[in-house]
T-cell receptor, first 112, second 118 residues
Framework: SQKIEQNSEALNIQEGKTATLTCNYT??????LQWYRQDPGRGPVFLLL?????KEKRKERLKVTFDTTLKQSLFHITASQPADSATYLC???????????FGQGTELSVKP | GAVVSQHPSRVICKSGTSVKIECRSL??????MFWYRQFPKQSLMLMAT?????????EQGVEKDKFLINHASLTLSTLTVTSAHPEDSSFYIC??????????????FGPGTRLTVL
């Protein structure tokens, strides 16, 4: 069955450092991979989308890579700030506008 | 752009009653909306896909007679939890695609509804 795994343990880093979150998947060939941010008691907020034929995507301090051979995506936040503290979810879909399958999320805590 | 709202934000009800949750796309028309459920410290689980003007498509294991979905207009989908029980207590989140927006492949999520069944 399809499986998506993210860092299960919370990630604690110091302000200013780069946070790197991992998303691995098995038994799946996604056409799209997306990253969302979720704050406690709130709905997810879309951050970045990367397609299967793209290796890397950037948006301000965020960078996403997508390796379809390794079946892995890395999500980087550079110059991290305490305001970046949240749970980050990766989600995959197999076709345009199709349903998303979510990982369990990684909780990031950035200390001042 | 691409704002999705939900109402109510939280609801407490007695066991056996029915609860309706509304999901609205505020600045775009959504032919497709999705309903998710999220238990504490767990990921979002897709319950059903709601298509405007047609029947919803439910995921395996989700009872369609218990979770009634209506998508009567391009900006509104409703989820009714019928005869709610304590095990239905959860965080319910809807999302919508914006087919005319910049990112047509992504989903925009509502703020969620916290349901507590006593």
């Amino acid at each position: 069955s399809q499986k998506i795994e993210q860092n299960s343990e919370a990630l604690n880093i110091q302000e200013g450092k780069t946070a790197t979150l991992t998303c691995n998947y098995t038994n799946y060939s996604p056409a799209y991979l997306q990253w969302y941010r979720q704050d406690p008691g709130r709905g997810p907020v879309f951050l970045l989308l990367i397609r299967e034929n793209e290796k890397e995507k950037r948006k301000e301090r965020l960078k996403v890579t997508f390796d379809t051979t390794l079946k892995q995506s890395l999500f980087h936040i550079t110059a991290s700030q305490p305001a970046d503290s949240a749970t980050y979810l990766c989600a995959l879909s197999s076709n345009q506008g199709g349903k998303l399958i979510f990982g369990q999320g990684t909780e990031l805590s950035v200390k001042p | 752009g691409a704002v999705v709202s939900q109402h109510p934000s939280r609801v407490i009800c007695k066991s056996g009653t029915s609860v309706k949750i509304e999901c609205r796309s505020l600045d775009f028309q959504a032919t497709t909306m999705f309903w998710y459920r999220q238990f504490p410290k767990q990921s979002l689980m897709l319950m059903a896909t709601s298509n405007e003007g047609s029947k919803a498509t439910y995921e395996q294991g989700v009872e369609k007679d218990k979770f009634l979905i209506n998508h009567a207009s391009l900006t509104l989908s409703t989820l009714t939890v019928t005869s709610a029980h304590p095990e239905d207590s959860s965080f319910y989140i809807c999302s919508a695609r914006d087919p005319g927006g910049k990112y047509t492949d992504t989903q925009y999520f509502g703020p969620g509804t916290r349901l507590t069944v006593l």
